[in-house]
């Protein structure tokens, strides 16, 4: 019964290479969003996503490309992985017009880019 | 860029004893949550407390609003060790209204001593 789900939970990889994380949501929520958490716990929003449709990008490096197959999945590919990628990535769900307006998130997943 | 700031950076108490953190924030807002990190876990909702709300409780937390200072804080009464966590206070003032985007604060964490 778990709400916000990603795959997988650690990831370690060379510089360079191309890698996905994935992340699906069983609320019925509309809106999908990715986090990155940098080593001090500085959480910062990456995209958005409401009903397939993208409509927050953070000035993020275009090396980063969301997909989102259906409203209950968004999935994060980035290519050229570099050092500065290491961090957690936090998938989060809301919707958006429920009068809390809270965000669920899934559990994370670490990348390391060694 | 609209940034909720909390303070403490870090605060360590004994069991029982109550444990209050603040967050300040810059542009105006809708409303205001409150979220709790376990270590190596994604974010939990707590809170939310709307812009034309003072006061909130819900079992031992309270939040308080004060939008002429943009500041908030969280109340976390007779504390536990299993309330040891970063809390980290989110902000819709980037979002032109809707909850699409949050911005996050660093966190406050917080230790209990058992």
């Known amino acids: 019964d778990t709400a916000v789900s990603q795959t997988p939970k650690y990831l370690v990889t060379q510089m360079g290479n191309d890698k996905s994380i994935k992340c699906e949501q069983n609320?019925?929520?509309?809106?999908m969003y990715w986090y990155k958490q940098d080593s001090k716990k500085f959480l910062k929003i990456m995209f958005s996503?409401?009903?397939?449709?993208?409509?927050i990008n953070e000035t993020v490096p275009n090396r980063f490309s969301p997909k989102s197959p259906d409203k209950a999945h968004l999935n994060l590919h980035i290519n050229s992985l570099e050092l500065g990628d290491s961090a957690v990535y936090f998938c989060?769900?809301?919707?958006?017009?429920?009068?809390?307006?809270?965000?669920?998130f899934g559990p994370g997943t670490r990348l390391t880019v060694t | 860029s609209q940034q909720g700031e909390e303070d403490p950076q870090a605060l360590s108490i004994q069991e029982g004893e109550n444990a209050t953190m603040n967050c300040s924030y810059k542009?105006?807002?809708?409303?205001l949550q409150w979220y709790r990190q376990n270590s190596g876990r994604g974010l939990v909702h707590l809170i939310l407390?709307?812009?034309?709300?003072r006061e909130k409780h819900s079992g031992r937390l309270r939040v308080t609003l004060d939008t002429s200072k943009k500041s908030s804080s969280l109340l976390i009464t007779a504390s536990r060790a299993a309330d040891t966590a970063s809390y980290f206070c989110?902000?819709?003032?980037?979002?032109?209204?809707?909850?699409?985007?949050?911005?996050f604060g660093k966190g406050t964490l917080l230790t209990v001593n058992p």
């Open positions: 407390i709307r812009s034309n709300e």
């Open positions: 996503y409401n009903n397939k449709e993208l409509i």
């Open positions: 542009t105006s807002i809708n409303n």
């Open positions: 989110a902000t819709d003032g980037d979002s032109g209204g809707s909850n699409y985007k949050l911005t």
């Open positions: 609320l019925g929520h509309d809106t």
């Open positions: 989060a769900s809301s919707q958006v017009w429920d009068k809390e307006g809270e965000q669920y």
